[in-house]
């Protein structure tokens, strides 16, 4: 299978952990983009990459989260000292290009207890 | 802010109906809006729209975008169960290109 790849799939955790998922793009997809999901919403912007530079972060995200893509390759999301309001599907997407349609990953449901 | 806003929030039909779906936006500078099928996982793109009043069709499913009035409408003809699912529209500016900001999608479902 050569789609979007996340892991875990799933991920409970207790308030105050930290968590951290990871992110295989389509390979030669140099944009990745991470969204948050919760029920009834659409995705929300939580931040991309061209390559291995985070181009833009949300201003609705803390300080809490942080992602990397250090080798223009895959992604990592961490979020420091969950909390409940955590709980969402955390999407990623890649595309081949700055003007392209995204290409999403089946998601990492995090539930924070 | 960018912002999307979709209608109907939900959308109850018969196989065999036709369906329009409406996705109104504001986005600053815009570059493209763009249409996605979401069942019970991630998203998967539909159409991408940039110019005005030319749709795109893909077997039972077309879509239009009018830019003066900033909407675009998303038809479903003969619907199936299979065309059960959330319809997400999106908008991408220029400003900010590859960023999409997301509408909170209409729930169709389609019953036999």
């Known amino acids: 299978d050569t789609g979007v790849s996340q892991d875990p799939r799933h991920k409970i955790t207790k308030r105050g952990q930290n968590v951290t998922f990871r992110c295989d793009p389509i390979s030669e997809h140099n944009r990745l983009y991470w969204y948050r999901q919760t029920l009834g919403q659409g995705p929300e912007f939580l931040t991309y990459f061209q390559n291995e530079a985070q181009l833009e972060k949300s201003r609705l995200l803390s300080d809490r989260f942080s992602a990397e893509r250090p080798k223009g390759s895959f992604s990592t999301l961490e979020i420091q000292r969950t909390e409940q309001g955590d709980s969402a599907m955390y999407l990623c997407?890649?595309?081949?290009?700055?003007?392209?349609?995204?290409?999403f990953g089946p998601g990492t449901r995090l539930t924070v207890l | 802010e960018d912002k999307v806003v979709q209608s109907p929030l939900s959308l109850v039909v018969h196989e065999g109906d036709t369906v329009t779906l409406n996705c109104s936006y504001e986005?600053?500078?815009?570059?493209?809006l763009l249409w996605y099928k979401q069942e019970k996982k991630a998203p998967t793109f539909l159409f991408m729209l940039t110019s005005s009043g030319i749709e795109k069709k893909s077997g039972r499913l077309s879509s239009i975008l009018d830019k003066k009035e900033l909407f675009s409408i998303l038809n479903i003809t003969a619907t199936q169960t299979g065309d059960s699912a959330i319809y997400l529209c999106?908008?991408?500016?220029?400003?900010?290109?590859?960023?999409?900001?997301f509408g909170d999608g209409t729930t169709l479902t389609v019953k036999p």
């Open positions: 999106a908008v991408e500016g220029k400003s900010n290109a590859g960023k999409s900001t």
């Open positions: 986005v600053t500078n815009f570059r493209s």
């Open positions: 997407a890649s595309s081949p290009g700055e003007y392209n349609e995204q290409f």
